[in-house]
């Protein structure tokens, strides 16, 4: 089922979300306007499969697209040419000690196609409220003391919704989305939402799921137990060679 406009949300963060599926067919996954960026309205619409997104001067707007764009976490690619690189790397990754530094480059990071950044200083202030209470991860990637790649998103439970990523370096972005895979598979995590469709994801080995596959996996997820402990003593320190 679907609607012809999107739904306004109560101003209320705990006020339900409609349905993902009953978003809007074009734009494809508009689904709701309005609202805030309050942790607790940010988590009700992760755990129902919604995210926002909208840019400086547009009111706040809230998406769950049909298909989705994911990454099983056992099936992030890098080419052999690539893989090979890495070999001589001294790159290391580490989590959760530079999240404000990774979510400020991937805002200033400049993206094909696109005017200016979705990621508003009110969007990362939101993000780093949520990774104040243990909900929303980096990954780093570092030369030295230097930050060369990063990616962040929001965990809950099992399931991890991944929000941006940029390098610094050619490759950094590549080398944090593959060190995140490789963790959360061996913790169990089977899946890393990665949003909309771009060519780059696509080479990576990105999948297109249906909407209702998608929920499905991520309303099971978000209710596992998630280990516990902070992410930056579990992640621990990933040498770069160690994805070759």
């Known amino acids: 089922m679907t609607r012809h406009l999107p739904w306004r949300l109560d101003n209320r963060p705990d006020a339900p979300f409609p349905p993902a599926e009953t978003a809007l067919r074009d734009p494809d996954g508009l689904l709701a306007l309005g609202g805030d960026l309050s942790p607790a309205r940010l988590l009700n619409a992760y755990a129902g499969g919604i995210f926002p997104w909208f840019s400086q001067g547009q009111p706040l707007l809230w998406w769950s697209p049909d298909p989705r764009m994911v990454f099983r976490t056992e099936g992030v690619h890098l080419s052999s040419r690539f893989r090979r690189s890495l070999r001589a790397s001294s790159w290391m990754l580490r989590a959760d000690t530079r999240f404000?530094?990774?979510?400020?480059?991937?805002?200033?990071?400049?993206?094909?196609?696109?005017?200016?950044?979705?990621?508003?200083?009110?969007?990362?202030?939101?993000?780093?409220?949520?990774?104040?209470?243990?909900?929303?991860?980096?990954?780093?990637?570092?030369?030295?003391?230097?930050?060369?790649?990063?990616?962040?998103?929001?965990?809950?439970?099992?399931?991890?919704?991944?929000?941006?990523?940029?390098?610094?370096?050619?490759?950094?972005?590549?080398?944090?989305?593959?060190?995140?895979?490789?963790?959360?598979?061996?913790?169990?995590?089977?899946?890393?939402?990665?949003?909309?469709?771009?060519?780059?994801?696509?080479?990576?080995?990105?999948e297109h799921w249906p909407r209702e596959r998608f929920l499905g996996v991520v309303r099971e997820q978000v209710q596992a137990a998630a280990p516990p402990g902070g992410w930056t003593e579990r992640f621990g320190d990933v040498s770069a060679t160690s994805l070759a």
């Open 100 to 206: 404000r530094e990774v979510i400020e480059a991937c805002a200033a990071s400049p993206r094909p196609g696109q005017d200016g950044t979705w990621i508003t200083r009110d969007m990362i202030e939101a993000y780093v409220a949520l990774h104040a209470l243990g909900f929303a991860h980096s990954i780093e990637v570092l030369d030295g003391d230097r930050l060369v790649g990063g990616i962040y998103g929001v965990a809950i439970g099992r399931m991890f919704f991944g929000e941006s990523m940029f390098s610094a370096a050619s490759g950094g972005s590549k080398v944090a989305l593959a060190g995140l895979a490789h963790r959360l598979s061996s913790w169990g995590w089977p899946l890393i939402d990665a949003q909309v469709e771009n060519d780059h994801l696509l080479r990576m080995g990105a």
